[in-house]
């Protein structure tokens, strides 16, 4: 009988095992993955390695868009970075916004890493007093290895655009922005675990970490409590399981914003200014207070992460541990 020949043989897999291991040994606290930019989600979350798929969702005005913006943003400044030091180091973040005009794509990005309000950019208010930011902003913008994608509704479409940049620049992440434009034909069903396989497969191939953004149920609406559960994700027994990690975003501003309190029937005045003031101290406390939940992770740590977001021009900052 012929031997076999040893392609699929154990040793394969325990000498990339060990060479893991030995790299976490010699390089204590350093990532792995590639970091997210902000420092107690790499702790959590080890970063985005290749060939993982990480699934982001929330519901409408979470800052969806925005943190991925934010993300692609941080990515990409540390690929120029390390590129200035070592020209050979050609890494470039994709983003593929499937609802996003790329003007839209890159005014958001001048909004965030030029801190000036988004409507004031929509609306062009304000353009003389801040053009000169706008300027200077959008010279240091065009250095980011940022590619951007759009008028694509197919995981294979979106290959096909990656494989493209791939012949000048070494794509090392990925975001898709967002899963239910992938297909109208998973839309009734709300099963898009073929798309989400397919963005797996992508992500193997590719060897590159991808983040895709999703919607969540609106029955979060209808909770007590806000806060999203892995049951939210639409079409969620087949979805969930081709993620290698799952994100949620919640800002408790958004629910509470509109709920000032009124005062009840037989209620002292004393006590009813009492509960508003409680209101009023609870809205400040968390006005650009963003909770990241880690509910899914392949590098086995979960928990949430507080992040600083301004909702008027997108940008997202660490906060302080508590």
Partial sequence: MAKSKQNFHISAGLKECLADLDFKLNHKGELRGISTGFDELD???????????????????MGKTSFAINLAHRIASNFYAKNKQNPEDERCVVYVGLELLAKTFARRLISVYGAIEQYKLRRGEDLEENFDKILET?????????????????????????????????IDFVVVDYLQLLGEEYTLKEDYSFAMRELKSMAVNLNVPVVVLSQLKREVESRADKHPLLCDIRGYSRNQSAADNILFLFREIYYIRWSEPTKRKRET??????????????????????????????????????????????????????
């Fill in 269 to 322: 005045e004393e006590h009813y200014q009492l509960r508003l003031l409680e209101w009023r101290n609870r809205c400040k406390e968390v006005e650009n207070l963003c909770e990241v939940w880690i509910v899914k992770n392949s590098n086995d740590f979960y928990g949430t992460v507080k992040l600083g977001f301004d909702w008027s021009t997108g940008l997202f900052w660490d906060m302080e541990r508590d």
């Fill in 43 to 61: 702790r959590k979350l080890g970063g985005f390695r290749a060939g993982e798929v990480t699934l982001v969702g929330a519901r409408p005005a």
């Fill in 138 to 170: 959008t010279t240091a913008l065009k250095e980011l290895p940022i590619y951007f994608i759009n008028d694509v509704y197919s995981v294979n479409e979106i290959m096909l655009q990656l494989q493209k940049i791939q012949k000048e620049k070494e």
